[in-house]
């Protein structure tokens, strides 16, 4: 399987949803999908929408590909068989719970979630590497839901042993913005510093030592920041193999 596809799914299990102004949420990283090539393996995205309210609600779940396309990677259960949507909705009892799972369509793409509920509730994202005939799990993660914010930071990793930091980063908002990357050591030092343009709702990732944010590191540990003029959601996953380690962000 190849880093990029390890690094994709990984960063999908990491993000759980996060809430803005008119409890908003998102998932900044989603992938689905079959493997190219005769490899028996995919990638399946579920997400787990839970009201912690006293009162019913009703909550839309849409996803959308990197390429800002509608990504119809959920079943439509109110269709013909075999009909896929990009839109569910879900409504919920008081207290009560659901998940939607996609589909693990034929060709691997990666998109993000939004989450718009009628109030308030918590959503998990949950990601499977898994055997496609007998859908046996290779590897899964999740995480619970972190901070939409202008100002993030994380825990980054670039070389050694323990492999590497993989960085998703979306922005929330319908205006474009800019987002200042920086790397720092222990002792608050800075190495790099890059800047990542990202339009209307658009998304980046890669690794931190990929072309988009620093090509020319070798190696650093230490202290992700980031910072934008609009709000911006994003997960980091340190990636050993099939060995990953959510660094969930935190405001400063």
């Known amino acids: 399987m190849s880093f990029r596809l390890i690094l994709t799914s990984a960063l999908l299990m990491l993000s759980g949803a996060i809430m803005l102004a008119q409890s908003e949420e998102f998932i900044p990283h989603v992938v689905d999908g079959q493997e190219i090539g005769d490899t028996g393996r995919g990638f399946r995205t579920e997400i787990f929408v839970i009201n912690t309210g006293d009162e019913p609600v009703s909550v839309t779940v849409s996803l959308t590909s990197d390429e800002g396309e509608p990504m119809e990677r959920f079943s439509d259960i109110s269709g013909p068989p075999g009909g896929d949507v990009s839109v569910r909705t879900l409504d919920l009892p008081p207290r009560g719970s659901a998940s939607l799972t996609t589909l693990r369509g034929p060709f691997v793409q990666l998109g993000w979630a939004r989450v718009a509920p009628s109030q308030s509730v918590h959503v998990l994202a949950n990601i499977r590497y898994e055997v496609i005939q007998t859908n046996e799990a290779i590897a899964s993660a999740a995480v619970q839901s972190g901070p939409v914010a202008h100002s993030l930071t994380s825990i980054g990793q670039i070389g050694g042993e323990a492999g590497s930091t993989g960085l998703a980063i979306l922005n929330t908002n319908e205006q474009e913005t800019t987002v200042t990357v920086t790397l720092r050591l222990r002792t608050g030092e800075i190495v790099a510093e890059t800047e990542v343009p990202l339009g209307p ?38 990636v050993e193999e099939l060995s990953w380690t959510t660094f969930p962000p935190t405001n400063r």
Do not use: H, M, W
């Not at 030592?209 to 980031?226: A, K």
């Open 201 to 238: 709702r658009g998304k980046v990732v890669q690794f931190l030592n990929e072309s988009t944010f620093f090509p020319d590191q070798t190696e650093f540990r230490g202290v992700v920041d980031l910072s934008s003029d609009q709000p911006i959601s994003i997960v980091a996953i340190l």
